[in-house]
């Protein structure tokens, strides 16, 4: 009997340390070449089958140099941990020879981790302003991703988007920087959608777009300790121009810096009809430093950037519980917190406690404060003086 314990143990032992085995697969032994200008797509992928059938801690380790990269798609389900190690530098094509629309994909995997201080150079400079007849690419999309980790990883100059999540579920992202020039179009930090329970805790984005864009269906999102600048700062949507928008909710932003944004705190929805009405609810933003932003706090119900808003009517997007907790700086422009909300849906139970906002253009500008449909309260200190 004691025998046979010890032999069902010894069982149990060897299948744990096959779970939890660490294994390395180097992609230079699966012929990569790092002289920034080989085609790695094939290498990188037999490299990456190999690491998702191991059945332990995989880890695909992508050694010091430049690699190019053409698109690629990392797909799951793994058997264990994946560990995508980048220490060195992977450059993405300059012409995306597809309609596609992402350079480097990763769906369907469960436990994935990216790490290793190594950087992803979008080349935007060779596209931005020129006749691409392809999409310009979303450096890193993830989509449908779970329980996973991107920590110290750099991007630089994305064509498009630097990172791009769908349908992912507890996801940290720390130590990452992001860094495009003020006037690159469409370079977006981190967006996401339809994702539940992400964590976006020191990072330091720097774009020619939004920072963070917190797209339909976005859930338990937390922002923390977050740098924007320059761009446009952190928004959620735009929404509440397709049929398919559903709620956003729970959404927080602590301790966070906007330097030298369009916008800080932002929330836009289309003035456009929809079928139904979306919710975005539950937003609580504390601890914020404004540096020279144009517009620390915004909700725009009538976002429509291009001024050719066909079929204008209110805004079908219901904004409720939004709350604005010690949000201090100065403005470069005049209106220091702005909400202009629908006529139909007026935003419901918006607050503010301790909001200090100077003009940064010296004391001859004074601020003012806009507000339209909106109801809420307003306590503490209040510079300039709440509309609400
Ligand atoms: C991610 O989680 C969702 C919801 O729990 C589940 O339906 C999906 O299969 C998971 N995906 C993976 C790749 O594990
Ligand atoms: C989130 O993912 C991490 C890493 O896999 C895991 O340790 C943690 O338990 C997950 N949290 C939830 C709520 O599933
Ligand atoms: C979101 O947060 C709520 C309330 O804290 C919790 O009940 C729910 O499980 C969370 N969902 C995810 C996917 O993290
Ligand atoms: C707030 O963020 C700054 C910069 O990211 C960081 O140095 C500081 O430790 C954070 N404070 C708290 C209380 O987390
Ligand atoms: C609105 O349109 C979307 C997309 O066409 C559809 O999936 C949804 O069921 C519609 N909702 C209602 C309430 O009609
Ligand atoms: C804000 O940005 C300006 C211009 O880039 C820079 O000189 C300054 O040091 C930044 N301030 C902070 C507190 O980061
Ligand atoms: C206002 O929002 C807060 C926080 O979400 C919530 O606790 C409170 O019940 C809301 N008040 C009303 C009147 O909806
Ligand atoms: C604004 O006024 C205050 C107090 O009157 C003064 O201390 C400060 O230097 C002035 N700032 C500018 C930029 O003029």
Known sequence: MAMRMLVILLLVCIAEAQLHGIKNFNVNDYGAIADGNTDNSGAFLKAWSDACKWNGKAILEIPRGTYMLNLIVFSGPCKGWTIFQLQGVLKAPINNPSSENTWINFRYINNLILNGGGLLDGQGPSVWGHKNPHPLLITMGFGFINNSYVHRISYINSQNAHISMLECRNMTFTDITVTAPKDSPNTDGIKMAKSEGININNVHIGTGD??????????????????????????????????????????????????????????????????????????????????????????????????????????????????????????????????????????QNITGVNINLWSSLGNKTTLTNYCSHVKGAFYGKQVPPSCV
Do not use: M
Request: hydrophobic share 30%; with cysteine.
């Open 210 to 347: 939004d920072c963070i864009a917190i797209l339909s269906g976005t859930k338990n999102l937390t922002i923390s300790n977050v740098y924007c600048g320059p761009g446009h700062g952190i928004s959620v949507g735009s929404i509440g121009k397709n049929d398919e928008d559903v709620d956003v909710q729970n959404i927080f932003v602590k301790n966070c810096t906007f330097n030298g944004t369009s916008d800080g705190l932002r929330i836009k929805t289309w003035a456009s009809p929809l079928n139904h009405t979306v919710k975005v609810s539950n937003i609580f933003y504390e601890d914020i430093t404004i540096i020279d932003v144009d517009h620390p706090i915004n909700i725009d119900q009538e976002y429509c950037p291009s001024r050719n808003c066909d079929n204008k009517v209110p805004s079908n997007v219901q904004i409720s519980n939004v709350h604005y907790k010690n949000i201090q700086g100065s403005c470069k422009g005049e209106v220091a917190v702005n909400f202009k909300c629908s006529e139909s849906n007026p935003c």
